[in-house]
């Protein structure tokens, strides 16, 4: 008997033991396994804000000179050059990273006939300029675009109505064919004036320059209560 009682005590020992291996080697395995990769789903934007409806970015129609743009973020650079005390070159997440960020409801109107009312964050121009930055002769500041697209605005109007440079729109990343990495909110002006794809400032004192569709007859001040024809 108690050979037996011996021999079942090891039995049930080697039982539990081979028990709590397989439970251990079971958790490791699982423990070891990689996680899932994550699924990036495509950003959602908002259509309200404050009780004010809004447009959304697929309301616009494509009319940019050259299509849209893909900029390679990690090559990019914004200048601030021309009339300045100092030249500044800021690279995308600088920005993002550095200067106060803004809010604000603004709806653009294009001489084609469509509206949309957006929902814009960016970065003031005149904190990225520097009102001491710039030289008393300066008269306007010309905003260049990657596709070569130009416009311009007298420098009052940049400071006094702080302007934004946006890069988010209904609390979404611009999207290539909305202007990434920056856009210009032109507030009170025609479509044409809000300038996509912005990569250099300038300031200058050519009071005769004229941007892109400028040149081609349309309104150098380009205001929305007036025509977008010159006179």
Known sequence: ??????????????????????ILTTFNIFANQENPP????????????????????NDFSENSIEGPQRVDINEYTLEIVGLVQETKKYSYQEIINNFDHYKKVATLDCVEGWIVKILW???????????????????????HAYDGYTTSFPINYIFDNNILLAYKANEIILPPNRGFPFMLVAE??????????????????????RGFWEQRGYSNEGDIDKGYFEK
């Not at 108690?2 to 709590?20: D, E, Q, R, W, Y």
């Open 38 to 57: 994550t699924v990036q789903l495509e950003p959602v934007e908002i259509r309200e804000y404050q009780g004010e409806k809004l447009s959304s970015l």
């Open 121 to 143: 964050e960016g970065i003031m121009v005149k904190d990225l300029i520097g009102k001491d930055n710039i030289m008393p002769k300066a008269k306007i500041i010309i905003f």
């Open 1 to 22: 008997m108690k050979t037996f009682n011996l021999f079942f005590s090891k039995t049930l020992k080697i039982i539990l033991l081979t028990l709590v291996v397989t």
């Open 188 to 209: 009170s002006k025609w479509g044409y004036k809000w300038i996509k794809w912005v990569t250099k400032i300038e300031i200058s004192d050519n009071e005769a320059f």
